[in-house]
């Protein structure tokens, strides 16, 4: 089973506002509302930043939103700010006897 | 304070084994889902294997059936990953995670530990 498709880097200026899309297959994104999203600073362990596609942790920014729609999902990151800069992997369940998670290949995102 | 510590990680030759362990702390360790995930130098993240929270079920990537075993010990509040045949590809920082009830995410990681195997 393939890694989800993500674009490999995005970024922005602080203050504005960047999408990163997370495409999968019938399989897994288009079949379940069990997407998360990871942030991952050089060298640190990643942080779970959403759930179940759209919603937050406790003590996560508002500034940060996901959606889903068919195959893919998508993080949204409003307001950006310095601190934003980082990786960004979605994954989501897939539900087969062989594979229960899949991840997105990642996204750098750079805050200019 | 909700923790989870790897250890056991190290160089290791091709064909070699190693176990890896990971402590938990601050939450109910046995009602939990666990999960190993790896991150070879430079590349993004890669589910391995997960575990429910008896030991019942057991999943696993591809890449690593019949090569690696998961395993918990509730009782010493512990994650292991048994990894025997290693080869080059598996080189990685290991990290254990928490899965969340009902499919939300994995909201609690460890540190990680680096695995090399290499002659």
């Known amino acids: 089973q393939s890694a989800l498709t993500q674009p490999a880097s995005v970024s922005g200026s602080p203050g504005q506002s960047i999408t990163i899309s997370c495409t999968g297959t019938?399989?897994?994104?288009?079949?379940?509302?069990?997407v998360s999203w990871y942030q991952q600073h050089p060298g640190k362990a990643p942080k779970l930043m959403i759930y179940e596609v759209s919603k937050r942790p406790s003590g996560v920014s508002n500034r940060f939103s996901g959606s889903k729609s068919g195959n893919t999902a998508s993080l949204t990151i409003s307001g950006l700010q310095a601190e934003d800069e980082a990786d960004y992997y979605c994954?989501?369940?897939?539900?087969?006897?062989?594979?229960?998670?899949?991840f997105g290949g990642g996204t750098k995102l750079t805050v200019l | 304070e909700v923790q989870l510590v790897e250890s056991g990680g190290g160089l290791v030759q091709p064909g070699g084994s190693l176990r890896l362990s990971c402590a938990a702390s601050?939450?109910?360790?046995?009602?939990?889902?666990m999960s190993w995930v790896r991150q070879a130098p430079g590349k993004g993240l890669e589910w391995v294997a997960n575990i429910k929270q008896d030991g019942s079920e057991k999943y696993y990537v591809d890449s690593v059936k019949g090569r690696f075993t998961i395993s918990r010990d509730n009782a010493k509040n512990s994650l292991y990953l048994q990894m025997n045949s290693l080869r080059a590809e598996d080189t990685a920082v290991y990290y254990c995670a928490r899965e969340a009830p009902f499919g939300d995410g994995m909201d609690v990681w460890g540190q990680g530990t680096t695995v090399t195997v290499s002659s």
């Open positions: 019938s399989s897994d994104v288009g079949s379940y509302n069990l």
């Open positions: 601050g939450f109910t360790f046995s009602s939990y889902w």
């Open positions: 994954c989501s369940y897939a539900g087969s006897s062989t594979l229960n998670w899949v």
